[in-house]
């Protein structure tokens, strides 16, 4: 009678290197992503000069309003230090990894991607990556431009500084996903880029202008049910107040929560792709 292989070691053998091969799958998609955005730099400006462009009206319109001696939830920093974060994440919704996935699909290169061996999470992730980068750029420049013109300070320090633009950059990848979640469904620009407007109304039902405490009581019921809340209160309180671990940890919660949902619909959705 012949002896019975053992099969399980071998299986359990490929299953690191399955791993290893979608991580360097996405980072190449990643790559190739970044080398496009380096291709058309001017493609940048509307993503950091927009953003910026609100920073200066908001704290023109209403620095005098909150001066920074008499202003209690200011921690005696200027109204610039409390808007900042809003114009962060605004930064963070112009991601064009949605529309550059449409190209992909009207130009049938995605239909080639689904062919190869290359996972669907590799797929996802590729431009995410490259969200990623371009958002870290972006909001370092901000800030630097911030501490210049409107004398902040990061209160956290240099290390509150770098986790205040992985926060930034990391939800940026959320927002560009379920963005590309979009394109996958409608595989139209023009949609796709409608749907981006839906930030507007998450940034504006936010204690955007006035701590949470101070608004209407319809206008804090609306922000506390908004998830952007949270990653706003986490970036600022790094700004004004110092690593606060609870605050910090339901802006990262939110993010989490949401990344894994986005990440299981996309994943689903380039399945399910006719």
Do not use: C
């Amino acid at each position: 009678m012949t002896p019975k292989t053992e099969t399980t070691p071998a299986t359990t053998a490929v299953e690191p290197e399955h791993h290893s091969s979608a991580l360097r799958d996405s980072l190449l998609l990643g790559g190739r992503a970044i080398r496009e955005a380096l291709r058309t730099p001017d493609s940048l400006l509307p993503t950091m000069f927009i953003p910026l462009f609100f920073l200066v009206v908001n704290v023109g319109q209403a620095a005098r309003i909150f001066p920074s001696e008499a202003t209690p939830f200011l921690e005696g920093q200027s109204y610039g230090a409390f808007q900042l974060p809003a114009s962060l994440l605004l930064s963070a919704s112009f991601g064009g990894a949605a529309l550059y996935l449409v190209e992909e699909i009207e130009g049938g290169y995605f239909d080639k991607l689904r062919a190869t061996p290359i996972s669907r999470m590799a797929m996802i992730l590729g431009r995410l990556y490259a969200e990623f980068v371009k958002t870290i750029a972006v909001a370092t420049v901000m800030v630097l431009l911030s501490v210049l013109v409107f004398g902040i300070h990061i209160e956290s320090g240099i290390l509150g500084f770098v986790v205040l633009v992985t926060m930034v950059a990391i939800w940026a990848m959320v927002f560009s996903g379920f963005m590309q979640l979009i394109s996958l469904k409608t595989r139209s620009a023009a949609a796709t880029q409608g749907a981006s407007m839906i930030f507007f109304p998450l940034l504006f039902l936010t204690p955007n202008f006035v701590p949470r405490n101070q608004l209407t009581r319809p206008m804090e019921i609306a922000a506390t049910i908004n998830p952007v809340t949270y990653i706003m209160e986490a970036a600022r309180s790094l700004i004004l107040e110092g690593f606060e671990g609870e605050t910090l940890a339901k802006g990262f919660a939110v993010i989490g929560v949401t990344m894994v949902l986005m990440l299981g619909l996309s994943v689903r959705m380039v399945n399910n792709y006719d």
